[in-house]
């Protein structure tokens, strides 16, 4: 991770679920061989696999002494609340695992390098705090760059926040790998960097910036790629996050996108504090997601990409059958029945366009 392998400890306290825990799922499912422990004291006893179904018989340890029992070498911050502040009760647990001489990796807003008690703790006992959301030192302005390059550019877009935006990414650049396609997935969250060991956490650079950042990510991977998958963040329709959402269609300018659901929502996810707008249809976010990238570039939605975690065999494919029916596009659980059908449609789009570049259409 970052540079070389780790034996890690994530951090999870009170949290180790599939919906509050998306840091630690991301890790654990793309670098389980990375992942010791889990400390979450309320679910200690049990392994990965029983908290959220991923992970095999990962310990769930209840502290950072039982973790390192397992000699681990880094402390991954496996959440990612809402306000990106560290929880105050987490601080003593971070200061014990630097005085270990444990690196830690964090992906909140705040940035724990910048604490002069933890920074000072790292410096004596010869450990790195690594803050993977802080941003890159360049500001670039986007200007539709991207339309020059001869890569097919591919974004994920949602429904709302902690859908599977990454994992439909992730899924298919691993299915078009394997295809022995040379694709890129370019990472633009804290989990995503974690895994890819690269890209920016977008929701950290200034507003004005965010689509040259990613504008520059797209081109950067272009050079070497086919396929470019670019990692979605937030929703258009989301009171809080639209903005990035907006500033990644612009800056990636894509070819297509992929619209990801979590099947059975209804309502965005938001403070406690406020009420959660309720969904729009299927087909009403899609067609605004098109109508969004289209102000920059015509990007169809080539495919739906349905989180049906939370349901059983028969419910997850009632849940795909019923996305197919109302929007008659390919419809996919990436985890549970893989992106054969998103790949191999991407390969023909591929295709058409080597064909048009050579004059044979």
Request: glycine residues 10%; aromatic residues 4%.
């Amino acid at each position: 991770m970052l540079g070389k392998k780790r034996r890690i400890a994530v951090m999870a306290e009170g949290s180790f679920t599939p919906m509050d825990a998306k840091t630690a799922l991301g890790v654990i499912r793309y670098r389980p061989d990375e992942v010791v422990a889990v400390v979450d004291s309320v679910r200690a006893g049990r392994t990965a696999a029983d908290c959220v179904g991923i992970g095999g018989d990962i310990p769930v340890v209840a502290s950072l002494s039982d973790a390192a029992r397992f000699s681990p070498d880094a402390l991954l911050i496996g959440i990612a609340p809402q306000g990106g502040g560290l929880p105050a009760s987490w601080h003593a647990v971070v200061a014990d695992a630097l005085t270990r001489g444990w690196d830690v990796f964090s992906g909140l807003h705040a940035f724990l390098a910048d604490d002069p008690a933890l920074a000072a703790l790292a410096a004596a006992h010869g450990g790195t705090i690594h803050d993977v959301r802080r941003p890159p030192a360049a500001r670039p302005i986007a200007a539709r760059r991207v339309l020059g390059c001869d890569a097919l550019v591919v974004l994920t877009v949602g429904t709302d926040c902690n859908v599977g935006k990454m994992t439909t990414a992730l899924e298919v650049h691993a299915e078009l790998q394997s295809r022995g396609v040379r694709s890129a997935f370019v990472a633009t969250g804290q989990t995503g960097i974690l895994v890819a060991d690269a890209g920016a956490a977008i929701d950290a650079v200034p507003a004005d910036f965010v689509a040259g950042v990613v504008e520059r990510l797209v081109l950067d991977a272009a050079q070497e790629a086919d396929v470019v998958i670019v990692e979605g963040q937030g929703a258009i329709h989301h009171p809080a996050y639209s903005g990035v959402t907006l500033s990644l269609m612009h800056g990636a300018c894509p070819d297509v996108l992929i619209l990801c659901h979590q099947a059975g929502r209804t309502h965005m996810k938001l403070s406690d504090a406020a009420p959660a707008p309720k969904l729009g249809s299927l087909s009403q976010i899609l067609r605004d997601n098109e109508r969004a990238a289209g102000w920059l570039r015509p990007a169809p939605v080539l495919a739906l990409s349905l989180n049906t975690m939370l349901l059983d065999e028969a419910g997850a494919k009632r849940a795909l059958e019923n996305a197919h029916k109302l929007t008659g596009l390919p419809t996919v659980d990436p985890v549970r029945y893989g992106t054969e059908v998103i790949a191999t449609e991407l390969l023909r789009r591929l295709d058409e366009r080597q064909r048009r570049k050579n004059g044979e259409d």
